[in-house]
DNA sequence: TGATAGATCGGCT
DNA sequence: GCCGATCTATCAG
Protein backbone atom coordinates (compact mmCIF):
# COMPACT_ATOMS: atom_id res chain seq x y z
CA UNK A 1 0.00 0.00 0.00
CA UNK A 2 1.57 3.33 -1.07
CA UNK A 3 2.09 5.74 1.65
CA UNK A 4 1.26 10.15 1.26
CA UNK A 5 4.35 12.17 0.63
CA UNK A 6 4.84 14.40 3.63
CA UNK A 7 4.29 18.07 4.11
CA UNK A 8 7.77 18.98 3.49
CA UNK A 9 7.21 18.01 0.06
CA UNK A 10 4.60 20.52 -0.81
CA UNK A 11 6.19 23.15 1.43
CA UNK A 12 7.93 24.37 -1.61
CA UNK A 13 7.64 26.70 -4.46
CA UNK A 14 5.31 25.91 -6.18
CA UNK A 15 7.68 25.69 -9.86
CA UNK A 16 9.70 23.31 -7.64
CA UNK A 17 6.74 20.93 -6.20
CA UNK A 18 5.58 21.02 -10.21
CA UNK A 19 8.25 19.53 -11.53
CA UNK A 20 9.03 17.48 -8.93
CA UNK A 21 5.58 15.76 -8.99
CA UNK A 22 6.08 14.02 -12.28
CA UNK A 23 6.49 10.89 -12.12
CA UNK A 24 4.52 10.67 -9.05
CA UNK A 25 1.42 8.45 -8.17
CA UNK A 26 -2.06 9.69 -7.76
CA UNK A 27 -3.67 7.57 -5.35
CA UNK A 28 -7.16 7.40 -3.92
CA UNK A 29 -8.62 4.08 -1.91
CA UNK A 30 -12.06 3.49 -1.74
CA UNK A 31 -13.86 0.88 -0.45
CA UNK A 32 -14.24 -0.92 -3.69
CA UNK A 33 -11.39 -0.10 -5.84
CA UNK A 34 -7.67 1.62 -5.47
CA UNK A 35 -7.32 4.40 -8.43
CA UNK A 36 -3.32 4.41 -9.26
CA UNK A 37 -1.80 7.05 -11.72
CA UNK A 38 1.25 8.34 -12.90
CA UNK A 39 1.18 12.39 -12.49
CA UNK A 40 2.64 13.02 -15.88
CA UNK A 41 1.47 16.59 -16.45
CA UNK A 42 1.13 19.76 -14.21
CA UNK A 43 1.00 23.71 -13.88
CA UNK A 44 2.55 26.14 -11.15
CA UNK A 45 0.49 28.68 -10.14
CA UNK A 46 1.74 32.02 -8.41
CA UNK A 47 0.48 34.64 -6.12
CA UNK A 48 2.34 37.09 -8.23
CA UNK A 49 1.48 35.82 -11.47
CA UNK A 50 -2.05 37.46 -13.05
CA UNK A 51 -3.54 33.91 -14.41
CA UNK A 52 -3.13 32.73 -11.24
CA UNK A 53 -6.80 32.68 -9.08
CA UNK A 54 -4.94 33.78 -6.18
CA UNK A 55 -3.34 37.22 -7.70
CA UNK A 56 -6.22 38.66 -6.48
CA UNK A 57 -6.03 38.15 -3.09
CA UNK A 58 -7.97 35.69 -0.68
CA UNK A 59 -11.56 35.33 -1.43
CA UNK A 60 -14.13 32.68 -0.78
CA UNK A 61 -13.06 30.63 -3.49
CA UNK A 62 -8.91 30.97 -2.95
CA UNK A 63 -9.01 30.69 0.94
CA UNK A 64 -7.60 27.12 0.54
CA UNK A 65 -4.71 28.63 -1.60
CA UNK A 66 -3.58 30.38 0.66
CA UNK A 67 -3.94 28.31 3.12
CA UNK A 68 -1.70 25.18 5.05
CA UNK A 69 0.79 23.12 1.81
CA UNK A 70 -0.25 19.40 1.30
CA UNK A 71 -4.33 20.66 0.80
CA UNK A 72 -6.45 20.33 -2.11
CA UNK A 73 -7.63 23.04 -3.66
CA UNK A 74 -10.29 22.35 -5.97
CA UNK A 75 -12.34 24.57 -8.39
CA UNK A 76 -15.22 24.82 -10.75
CA UNK A 77 -14.97 26.26 -14.11
CA UNK A 78 -16.99 26.55 -17.28
CA UNK A 79 -19.98 25.94 -15.23
CA UNK A 80 -19.13 22.19 -15.41
CA UNK A 81 -15.82 21.20 -14.69
CA UNK A 82 -14.08 20.82 -11.53
CA UNK A 83 -9.80 21.00 -11.14
CA UNK A 84 -7.60 20.36 -8.63
CA UNK A 85 -4.34 21.53 -7.44
CA UNK A 86 -2.29 20.88 -4.69
CA UNK A 87 -1.32 23.67 -2.32
CA UNK A 88 2.15 24.42 -2.18
CA UNK A 89 4.51 27.25 -0.03
CA UNK A 90 3.90 28.34 2.63
CA UNK A 91 1.49 28.88 4.83
CA UNK A 92 -0.46 32.53 3.78
CA UNK A 93 1.13 32.83 0.44
CA UNK A 94 -1.43 31.91 -2.74
CA UNK A 95 0.67 29.33 -4.61
CA UNK A 96 -0.62 25.73 -5.96
CA UNK A 97 0.33 23.42 -8.67
CA UNK A 98 -3.00 22.42 -11.20
CA UNK A 99 -2.88 18.49 -11.25
CA UNK A 100 -3.15 18.18 -15.68
CA UNK A 101 -2.73 14.52 -16.59
CA UNK A 102 -2.37 11.14 -14.97
CA UNK A 103 -1.56 7.74 -16.82
CA UNK A 104 -3.72 5.74 -15.44
CA UNK A 105 -2.14 2.50 -13.72
CA UNK A 106 -5.43 0.71 -11.46
CA UNK A 107 -8.81 1.33 -11.39
CA UNK A 108 -9.72 1.66 -14.87
CA UNK A 109 -12.49 0.30 -15.34
CA UNK A 110 -13.91 2.14 -12.42
CA UNK A 111 -12.82 5.41 -14.65
CA UNK A 112 -14.33 4.24 -17.46
CA UNK A 113 -17.62 3.97 -15.77
CA UNK A 114 -17.15 7.23 -14.72
CA UNK A 115 -15.92 9.22 -17.64
CA UNK A 116 -18.18 7.18 -20.69
CA UNK A 117 -14.83 6.28 -22.35
CA UNK A 118 -13.57 3.05 -22.93
CA UNK A 119 -10.08 4.91 -24.40
CA UNK A 120 -7.66 4.44 -21.63
CA UNK A 121 -5.60 7.61 -23.34
CA UNK A 122 -9.01 9.84 -22.71
CA UNK A 123 -9.66 8.70 -18.83
CA UNK A 124 -7.25 11.08 -17.25
CA UNK A 125 -6.02 13.44 -19.94
CA UNK A 126 -7.01 17.31 -19.29
CA UNK A 127 -7.52 18.16 -15.54
CA UNK A 128 -11.59 18.17 -16.29
CA UNK A 129 -11.30 15.24 -17.38
CA UNK A 130 -8.95 13.89 -14.19
CA UNK A 131 -11.16 15.19 -11.63
CA UNK A 132 -14.04 13.12 -13.70
CA UNK A 133 -12.60 9.97 -13.31
CA UNK A 134 -11.26 9.88 -10.04
CA UNK A 135 -14.00 11.41 -8.75
CA UNK A 136 -13.19 14.27 -7.03
CA UNK A 137 -15.92 17.12 -6.82
CA UNK A 138 -16.46 19.83 -4.25
CA UNK A 139 -16.58 18.08 -1.62
CA UNK A 140 -12.86 17.82 -1.59
CA UNK A 141 -11.98 20.82 -1.57
CA UNK A 142 -9.54 21.73 1.31
CA UNK A 143 -8.44 18.15 2.09
CA UNK A 144 -5.60 17.33 3.06
CA UNK A 145 -3.59 15.07 1.09
CA UNK A 146 -0.48 14.14 3.89
CA UNK A 147 -2.62 12.43 6.45
CA UNK A 148 -6.32 11.36 6.93
CA UNK A 149 -7.54 11.05 3.46
CA UNK A 150 -8.37 8.81 0.49
CA UNK A 151 -6.81 10.84 -1.87
CA UNK A 152 -2.77 11.59 -1.79
CA UNK A 153 0.32 11.80 -3.58
CA UNK A 154 2.85 9.11 -2.91
CA UNK A 155 6.74 8.68 -3.87
CA UNK A 156 6.74 6.63 -6.87
CA UNK A 157 9.77 7.07 -9.39
CA UNK A 158 10.16 11.06 -10.32
CA UNK A 159 11.63 11.17 -14.06
CA UNK A 160 15.05 12.27 -14.88
CA UNK A 161 15.33 15.56 -16.17
CA UNK A 162 16.11 14.44 -19.78
CA UNK A 163 12.15 13.54 -19.85
CA UNK A 164 11.39 16.57 -18.71
CA UNK A 165 9.23 18.51 -20.94
CA UNK A 166 8.36 22.50 -20.46
CA UNK A 167 5.99 24.95 -21.89
CA UNK A 168 3.65 27.67 -21.20
CA UNK A 169 0.29 27.44 -19.88
CA UNK A 170 -2.71 25.88 -21.39
CA UNK A 171 -6.13 27.59 -21.43
CA UNK A 172 -5.17 30.77 -19.94
CA UNK A 173 -5.35 34.54 -21.84
CA UNK A 174 -2.50 36.38 -19.54
CA UNK A 175 1.13 35.80 -18.30
CA UNK A 176 1.04 33.34 -21.28
CA UNK A 177 4.82 33.86 -22.19
CA UNK A 178 5.39 32.08 -18.59
CA UNK A 179 6.54 28.08 -19.51
CA UNK A 180 5.59 26.67 -16.15
CA UNK A 181 3.83 23.54 -17.35
CA UNK A 182 5.61 20.53 -17.21
CA UNK A 183 5.41 17.10 -18.49
CA UNK A 184 6.81 13.71 -19.21
CA UNK A 185 8.36 14.33 -23.02
CA UNK A 186 6.48 11.92 -25.18
CA UNK A 187 4.14 10.47 -22.83
CA UNK A 188 0.68 9.64 -25.23
CA UNK A 189 -1.16 10.59 -21.58
CA UNK A 190 -0.34 13.93 -21.59
CA UNK A 191 -3.04 16.64 -22.88
CA UNK A 192 -1.39 18.54 -25.35
CA UNK A 193 1.80 17.48 -27.15
CA UNK A 194 4.76 19.80 -26.85
CA UNK A 195 4.19 22.48 -29.56
CA UNK A 196 7.23 21.40 -32.08
CA UNK A 197 8.32 24.48 -34.39
CA UNK A 198 7.39 23.82 -37.98
CA UNK A 199 5.82 20.18 -37.27
CA UNK A 200 3.23 19.21 -39.26
CA UNK A 201 2.18 16.75 -42.04
CA UNK A 202 4.34 14.21 -40.11
CA UNK A 203 2.32 11.26 -38.13
CA UNK A 204 0.84 9.26 -40.55
CA UNK A 205 -1.03 6.08 -40.29
CA UNK A 206 -2.03 4.66 -36.87
CA UNK A 207 0.96 2.17 -35.65
C1' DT B 1 -7.06 15.81 -39.05
C1' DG B 2 -7.90 20.32 -37.61
C1' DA B 3 -10.79 24.25 -36.40
C1' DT B 4 -14.89 26.07 -34.19
C1' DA B 5 -19.10 26.60 -31.53
C1' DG B 6 -21.93 25.27 -27.70
C1' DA B 7 -22.75 23.89 -23.10
C1' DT B 8 -23.61 26.14 -18.44
C1' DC B 9 -22.88 28.62 -13.78
C1' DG B 10 -19.90 30.54 -9.96
C1' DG B 11 -16.90 34.23 -8.92
C1' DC B 12 -15.63 38.63 -9.53
C1' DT B 13 -16.12 43.68 -11.36
C1' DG C 1 -23.41 41.24 -16.45
C1' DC C 2 -19.16 38.99 -18.24
C1' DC C 3 -15.92 35.57 -18.71
C1' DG C 4 -13.30 31.48 -17.45
C1' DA C 5 -6.49 27.20 -15.40
C1' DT C 6 -12.42 22.96 -20.35
C1' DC C 7 -14.44 19.16 -23.07
C1' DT C 8 -17.04 17.38 -26.81
C1' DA C 9 -19.61 17.15 -31.02
C1' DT C 10 -19.76 18.64 -35.47
C1' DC C 11 -18.29 20.43 -39.78
C1' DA C 12 -15.00 21.30 -43.51
C1' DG C 13 -11.31 19.47 -46.20
Not at 48 to 53: P, T, V, W, Y
Not at 116 to 142: E, F, H, K, M, S
Not at 160 to 173: E, T
Request: proline residues 6%; charged residues 25%.
Amino acid sequence: MPRPLSRSFYARPSLVVARDLLGRLLVRTLPEVTLLGRIVECEAYREDDSASHSYRGVTDRTEVMFGKAGRLYVYFTYGMHYCMNVVTGAEGEGSAVLLRAVEPLEGLDWMRERRGVADARLLCRGPARLTQAYGVGRADNGIDLVEGNDLFVSAGRPIADGSVGVSPRVGIRTATELPWRFFEAGNPFVSRPAKLPAASGRRRGRG
